[in-house]
């Protein structure tokens, strides 16, 4: 069920990154344009995941490790070059034939075999219910770094992994994006259609620098507190408890696999 909602139009919102991660839990990328799969996701994110030999997950929230791998991609996406924080040296794979490779250097890195796993229909979201692209403002960017005195609007952006963040609107206007629970509310960027599901629930990962691993001591507490003290009033409330939530998790319906989304399309909100 989609939400009829009110709003007053401070400016006019617009598509101003696009973030894919292609390697789940790795570094991101910034592209000028994406396609939607015809499973409802960005095409690229997280396609990949490093799994463990049970098929667990290999992530910032079990092994800190992780923040320690920078991973650069060419131009299409083909190849990814990881390097060891604080290390000058780096080794290239091509993600289609070189996989084994790969794996080899991420399992001598954590000490235990690790796979690459691959989903090219639909990817491997955190929230499995809610599994388009996650939304946030570039003003909600800068008003959580603030929070946390020596934190840049980029550093927030890395711990928070967002793939779309929209400009030319104020902190928290992504809050608009979703209803009560069960209720969605329809948006579009450009010519695509998302339905806005619930603000994202946050984990551990952005508690931690996104570079060393390194933990904000009281960074849960703090920003809880401050989450609700500046909550919009158009914000269903009902949907933060806790409120260490931010961006917004999508869906993208089935008819629009195949469109692309593109950085300056505008963003409308849909009246039903």
């Not at 809610?130 to 959580?144: H, I, K, Y």
């Not at 931010?246 to 950085?263: F, H, M, W, Y």
Request: hydrophobic share 40%; with cysteine; glycine share 8%.
């Amino acid at each position: 069920m989609l939400h009829k909602i009110r709003f007053t139009r401070f400016a006019m919102p617009f598509l101003d990154r696009i973030t894919v991660y292609p390697i789940k839990s790795l570094d991101g990328v910034a592209v000028s344009e994406v396609r939607i799969l015809q499973g409802g996701s960005l095409a690229h994110d997280r396609a990949f995941a490093i799994v463990d030999e049970r098929g667990d997950f290999v992530n910032g929230k079990r092994d800190k490790r992780v923040h320690l791998i920078r991973a650069s991609f060419d131009a299409g996406i083909r190849t990814v070059t990881l390097r060891v924080q604080g290390s000058d040296r780096s080794q290239s794979f091509r993600l289609e034939d070189e996989v084994q490779a790969l794996e080899d250097w991420l399992s001598d890195f954590f000490g235990f075999r690790v796979r690459m796993s691959q989903n090219a229909v639909n990817g491997f979201p955190d929230d499995t219910e809610a599994w388009g692209p996650t939304v946030v403002s570039r003003g909600t960017l800068e008003e959580v770094a603030a929070w946390f005195g020596g934190l840049s609007a980029e550093e927030a952006q890395a711990r928070f992994r967002p793939n779309l963040i929209l400009g030319g609107v104020p902190a928290f206007w992504e809050d608009r994006l979703f209803g009560t629970p069960g209720v969605s509310v329809g948006f579009e960027v450009g010519a695509v259609r998302f339905e806005g599901v619930n603000p994202c629930q946050r984990c551990v990962v952005p508690t931690r620098d996104p570079r060393t691993g390194e933990v904000i001591r009281g960074f849960q507490r703090r920003f809880s507190e401050k989450r609700k003290e500046t909550l919009p009033e158009w914000a269903a409330v009902s949907r933060f408890d806790p409120f260490y939530r931010l961006s917004v998790n999508t869906r993208i319906p089935p008819s629009e696999a195949g469109k692309v989304v593109k950085v300056g399309d505008e963003v409308k909100i849909i009246h039903i």
